[in-house]
């Protein structure tokens, strides 16, 4: 086998990146916005509302009115069955919103998981908002509720993607009639960011009804994209300039008391009490300073566990709500495995003391991002405090497309007094004065999202090291309603530092063609069906194959939403480190050695409208060293609408290897009860056992909304050893916060 000689890699990546630069730019340059013409003028009230899911305030009388839907599934090429009237205002504090949801001619109750925030929006029967203040195409808000009440509010990023992370002030009420539901909300502007002046905002609605089987929108969304699209937005016109929300000061304290112990070590029962808070301040309507001092996120979930065969570090997503809000700017800069900033790095291994994130627009064409937090030393680790700085930074070019550069900065403290972690020490981890990670990045959106794509370059600095610390990527998609063809190449250097991101694998080069044929018959139950082949391959610096996954499958969609894949997979790999294929400790596989395999999978997922659903996975097929791997994995889910939401989550693991490792098994078992009383009181139970790690963990949190974004939480959290059964550590926190709005 030829080997390429390390000097030839810049020459062979050149080519990519000059095609994605020709492709890039030359697609960038349609402006047009496609449904501009979908226009909904929006006036002052005449006479208070009352948010209370009646319709007969004066107000709405005279207020602008959007109808007519389009339907965007199950097929995009007419008006909607189902009608869907929606209204808007404003006065000097509030935007309001009346949507009149009527029914079709299916009868039977309506579809929601529960009372629960932030619900699955394939699951429910729900109306949406989604708005784009700046009318970028790019960043917003969405807001809306489901049939029974449960609220939705999240940012928007990427053109269309959301994040239900985010929490904020707002009001609604939903109230069910004989022939309609109606949702009525207000949001307060001091909610969103918005740039004094611009009278004219993106703006959609989208309707979900699932016993029609229908979604959609009022202005049209081709049905390959999610109805969160901004680039197929219609435009709210201001008859008037949007009021300024004053002053944009809130306040947002907390305390909590716990108790806890660790049966393990066998040391007492440790009772602790915390206080803190956040603070946000609004620089400008659309700029916002985000402050903390001694955070506490004992109420956010805990991660869903998986069984873990991969060679490489799993990702875990940032549930905190101080770094959400812009959050994009600084986590989703690059690929979802080249990350060079991960937030969930802050502040898990050390307590966070304090920090600061200034985030926003300055106007329609630059977006900023800056943020600094302090942590403070672990003496029993030799964890020194550390500082992370990010500062990041955005500008529109094009219609929707933009530039953006990013800054990271680690820089640790001297050790800790006492600590034993010394240079010679090698049972302490040592830590670098500094990592510092600079990078831009230029996203390809067209103005009617049909090519999207990305070019990145980054660049690490560490102490001590010197060169192979550049990492480089590019990637492009078109994405028809016929076809979808995607390319990526990766390559991430040998010595490229990533302390505060998620790079988990390093020194290779990786191309990834995928493409993807849909067929749309006429009739009968099947919606659409067609192949998708996908390839994967890995290569190091000397261009010699290490790796390569290649995928072909065939996707079957039936009109009432449910799908079938079946699928054949091939395999191989070259390992670079020993690697025990168990993940459990046993032996490990020399470096150096090769294997591959053929897998076949079959993929079920089921009709959304049933009280009972399900998505069931399973694959057969041969591993390393010659053995066989059974993986079936699947979650099931029973609702007793509207007030209980169970769902099980059920994955179960066999290998068949030669010895040393022999037949192992592992069984992942994940209950989910999600009780809500009201849409104001949930209860939340999660139950966890993971044989592979050997632990079962309990996680209950009652959650009592007593005002919007102020919150009252009891958090019980427990860890057993399965075999003996025994407790391993156990905590229970009693929790309390206020949202006060100067």
């Given amino acids: 086998m030829y080997f390429y000689p390390v000097s030839k890699l810049t020459d062979i990546v050149k080519p990519y990146v000059l095609f994605f630069v020709w492709c890039l730019f030359s697609i960038a340059s349609f402006a047009q916005k496609k449904n501009y013409s979908y226009q909904l003028h929006i006036q002052p009230v005449s006479s208070p509302i009352k948010i209370d899911g009646d319709a ?26 189902v009608k869907t009237v929606v209204k808007v205002a404003f006065d000097k504090q509030n935007l309001y919103l009346l949507a009149v949801c009527y029914n079709g ?3 039977g109750p309506y579809m929601v998981e529960s009372l629960k925030r932030d619900f699955s929006f394939l699951k429910n029967d729900n109306f949406l908002l989604f708005i784009d203040p700046f009318d970028d195409r790019t960043n917003g808000f969405t807001f809306g509720a489901n049939a029974a009440g449960a609220q939705w509010d999240g940012t928007m990023y990427e053109g269309g993607k959301v994040d239900l992370s985010w929490d904020n002030k707002w009001y609604s009420v939903v109230k069910n009639y004989d022939d309609k539901w109606i949702l009525e909300a207000a949001i307060p502007f001091k909610t969103i960011r918005f740039k004094k002046g611009i009278r004219e905002w993106g703006i959609n609605f989208s309707r979900n009804d699932l016993k029609s089987k229908e979604k959609s929108s009022w202005a049209p969304v081709p049905r390959q994209f999610p109805t969160a699209s901004l680039a197929y937005t219609g435009t709210l016109v201001w008859d008037e300039p949007p009021p300024e ?78 770094f959400l809000e812009n959050g994009d700017q600084f986590s989703n800069f690059g690929y979802p495995t080249i990350r060079p900033f991960f937030s ?75 600590s034993t972690s010394q240079p010679s020490d090698t049972t302490k981890t040592t830590y670098n004065k500094y990592n510092r990670n600079i990078g831009m990045e230029f996203n390809l959106a067209s103005s009617n999202n049909i090519v999207p794509g990305k070019l990145l370059l980054l660049k690490s600095f560490t102490p001590g090291v010197k060169g192979q610390d550049w990492t480089q990527a590019g990637n492009i998609l078109y994405a028809s309603k016929k076809w979808n063809l995607f390319f990526q190449y990766e390559y991430v250097g040998a010595s490229y530092n990533a302390e505060v991101g998620y790079v988990p694998r390093k020194d290779y080069l990786k191309l990834n063609p995928q493409m993807t044929r849909n067929f749309f018959p006429k009739g009968g139950i099947v919606l659409s069906h067609g192949p998708q082949i996908t390839s994967t391959y890995y290569f190091n610096t000397a261009l010699h194959r290490t790796d390569n996954e290649s995928v072909l499958a065939y996707l079957v969609t039936f009109r009432d939403r449910s799908t079938i894949t079946a699928s054949v997979l091939h395999d191989y790999v070259e390992l670079l480190a020993p690697f025990d294929p168990t993940n459990s400790g046993k032996d490990s596989l020399a470096t150096g050695t090769r294997h591959w395999w053929n897998t076949a999978g079959l993929d079920i997922l089921s009709k959304p409208q049933s009280l009972f659903t399900y998505a069931l996975s399973f694959r057969y097929g041969g591993y390393y060293a010659n053995g066989e791997k059974l993986v079936l994995s699947g979650t099931l889910g029973y609702r007793f609408q509207p007030y209980v939401s169970i769902l099980m989550n059920l994955s179960y693991s066999n290998l068949n290897m030669p010895q040393p490792w022999g037949k192992t098994s592992f069984w992942l078992v994940g209950p989910r009860i999600d009780l809500t009383l009201t849409n104001k009181l949930f209860l939340t139970t999660f139950l966890q056992y993971n044989q592979q790690s050997q632990n079962m963990n309990i996680n ?41 709005n100067l």
């Avoid at 920090?355 to 800056?370: C, Q, Y």
């Avoid at 680690?410 to 006492?418: M, T």
């Avoid at 005002?707 to 550590?729: E, G, H, M, Q």
């Avoid at 156990?730 to 006060?740: A, G, P, Q, S, T």
């Fill in 245 to 322: 929300p004053g002053p944009n000061i809130s306040l947002i304290p907390y305390a909590l008391v716990g108790v806890s112990k660790d049966y393990e070590k066998r040391t007492p029962a440790t009772f602790h009490h915390e206080i803190g808070g956040d603070a946000k301040i609004g620089i400008t309507s659309s700029l916002n300073l985000d402050l903390t001092v001694n955070p506490d996120f004992s109420q956010v979930d805990v991660d869903q566990q998986v069984t873990n065969l991969s060679r490489f570090e799993l990702f875990y997503p940032e549930k905190r709500q101080f």
């Fill in 700 to 740: 209950a949190r009652l959650q009592w909304r007593y005002k919007p974004a102020s919150d009252i939480f009891l958090v019980y959290t427990d860890n057993y050893l399965p075999a003996p059964f025994a407790v391993r550590n156990r905590e229970i926190v009693l929790k309390f916060n206020y949202w006060w």
């Fill in 344 to 418: 969930r790095r802050i502040g898990l291994d050390a307590p966070i003391r304090a920090g600061a994130r200034l985030s926003g627009k300055i106007d329609k064409n630059w977006r900023i991002g800056g943020m600094d937090m302090q942590t403070g030393a672990v003496d029993s680790a030799g964890l020194p405090s550390q500082n992370f700085a990010v500062i990041a930074l955005q500008r529109k070019i094009f219609s929707r497309s933009n530039i953006g550069f990013i800054f990271i900065n680690k820089q640790s403290g001297d050790p800790p007094s006492g």
């Fill in 56 to 81: 007969d305030d004066i107000a709405w009388q005279t207020a602008a009115t959007a109808d007519n839907f389009f339907m965007v599934l199950p097929m995009d090429t007419s008006f909607a069955e």
């Fill in 105 to 107: 001619k299916e009868e």
